[in-house]
């Protein structure tokens, strides 16, 4: 495993490769909002044999670089994702999506479906039933947010974050990793940013166009997600035609962390379609 810099439009994004090249298509892993490519740390070595693997630090998150004025809405991170895409010369991937990263995903399939040969997603924003009220509200106290010191915002993001979890132990551990980028000098503008970009305009412009998806795709849910309920994977589900969901009845929003080898068996099935 290695991890390396792409510069796209100025901006260092991390990822790292994984897995075997084989005959099988690349499988490339995209994590949501607040966290980075770790969430798939435990995914990764459960993946059937063959496939060349990448996993992205979004730009914002991570080791990548911070925003500085760079939209982070969905649509733009599509964009910068297609570009990566291109500088490692995968011209066609699975593409896995948690989250935010669900709708990126999405945003792929539909404007770009030749660079999809599989779409997993899991736990995704979807539709016009995100932000969630907690988002929401983020959004509206933003002028109060630029006045608070990094760390004050931070712990806020921390309590609401742990919530997705069902193992309070996990979620201390993962969240140290995922709100490092937040704290220190630039760290309450990078936050700010990405709060600003949780908005549902992307997703909802796609939304009558998901019967188009012919995309092998195959939907997984925490059946006790807070942030995103499973209503809307089933929606999903009705709106990408031969699309499968699977739903783990004890898992919350981290699904990759919380159930890691349903995950992987889950995109093993979707690669065999």
């Not at 939209?71 to 500088?87: C, F, K, T, Y």
């Not at 993001?157 to 140290?176: C, E």
Request: hydrophobic share 45%.
């Amino acid at each position: 495993m290695r991890g390396e810099f792409l510069d796209v439009d100025g901006a260092r994004i991390y990822y790292y490769a994984a897995g075997t090249r084989g005959a099988g298509e690349p499988i490339v892993f995209l994590h949501g909002f607040p966290t980075s490519g770790h969430l798939w740390s435990e995914v990764v070595p459960l993946l059937p044999a063959g496939h060349r693997v990448v996993v992205l630090d979004l730009l914002g998150y991570g080791r990548s670089d911070r925003p500085l004025g760079r939209r982070v809405d969905v649509r733009a991170h599509a964009g910068r994702v297609v570009q990566v895409l291109d500088e490692l010369r995968v011209a066609r991937c699975c593409l896995v999506g948690h989250g935010i990263g669900g709708g990126i995903a999405l945003s792929i399939a539909v404007r770009h479906p030749q660079r999809v040969s599989h779409l997993g997603l899991i736990d995704s924003v979807a539709f016009d039933q995100w932000p969630t009220i907690e988002g929401r509200f983020a959004r509206a106290t933003l002028p109060l947010a630029q006045l608070l010191p990094a760390k004050a915002l931070v712990a806020m993001l921390r309590w609401d974050v742990m919530r997705g979890y069902a193992d309070p132990a996990r979620a201390a551990h993962s969240l140290d990793l995922y709100l490092r980028p937040f704290v220190g000098p630039g760290g309450r503008n990078a936050l700010i940013a990405h709060v600003r970009g949780l908005t549902s305009g992307e997703t909802m412009d796609l939304g009558p166009e998901l019967p188009s998806v012919q995309t092998p795709t195959a939907i997984l849910w925490g059946q006790h997600d807070p942030v995103i309920p499973v209503a809307v994977a089933k929606r999903l589900q009705r709106s990408i035609a031969g699309s499968t969901l699977d739903v783990l009845p004890a898992a919350r929003h981290f699904t990759p962390e919380e159930a890691p080898r349903q995950v992987a068996d889950v995109i093993a099935k979707l690669l065999a379609r």
